[in-house]
């Protein structure tokens, strides 16, 4: 079957430190066959490079759509259009967070315990929902990146100073794709 309902688009990670992870996200302001394929395509990128969470700039696009799944299980597939999160709440919480963008690099993270969001369905339908745990910590993870904000302003300046060599080659990295595509 290949009818709108079913169309993915296909796409490729955004690595640090592509300017588009630093641009702020935009509202989607239509919920068509477009944002379905958009986010399809985005769950497809998620499983495939084994993440619990993925943002739209983080597959070049400035949109403010995130996905995640915290459990692997297919009706856990939870896509959130036009997030803010309303509050955060309960106790600081240190734990290691990964990013798709950052591949190989793992720092501990500090963030609130909950947190409560409104967003819109992919059918355009407002909703408001409190995440805690795992969820919560993907989801303010995911803002992150609709705000512009990454792994690397989040990290302890112990963890930025382990991960310097790592963050030194993605850079190298990046500019010598960049280089690649515009021969100039
Ligand atoms: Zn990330």
Do not use: W
Request: hydrophobic share 40%.
């Amino acid at each position: 079957m290949t009818d709108a309902s079913t169309k993915k688009l296909d796409f490729a990670l955004s690595l640090y430190p592509d300017p588009v992870l630093r641009k702020p996200a935009v509202p989607v302001e239509t919920f068509d066959a477009d944002l379905r394929a958009t986010v399809a395509g985005m769950f497809e990128r998620m499983r495939a490079s084994q993440g619990v969470g993925l943002a739209a700039p983080q597959v070049g696009l400035q949109l403010r759509v995130l996905v995640l799944n915290p459990t692997g299980e297919p009706q856990d597939d939870l896509a959130l259009i036009n997030v803010s999160i309303i509050e955060r709440s309960g106790p600081l919480t240190l734990f290691e967070e990964g990013c798709l963008s950052f591949p190989g690099i793992y720092a501990e993270v500090k963030r609130p315990e909950r947190c409560t969001v409104s967003y819109r369905d992919l059918e355009g339908n407002s909703v408001e929902r409190e995440f805690e745990g795992f969820a919560s910590r993907i989801v303010q993870h995911e803002y992150d990146h609709l705000e512009g904000v990454l792994l690397v302003d989040r990290m302890s300046p112990a963890d930025k100073a382990r991960h310097r060599a790592a963050l030194a080659s993605l850079v190298d990295r990046y500019k010598t794709r960049a280089a690649q595509k515009s021969p100039k």
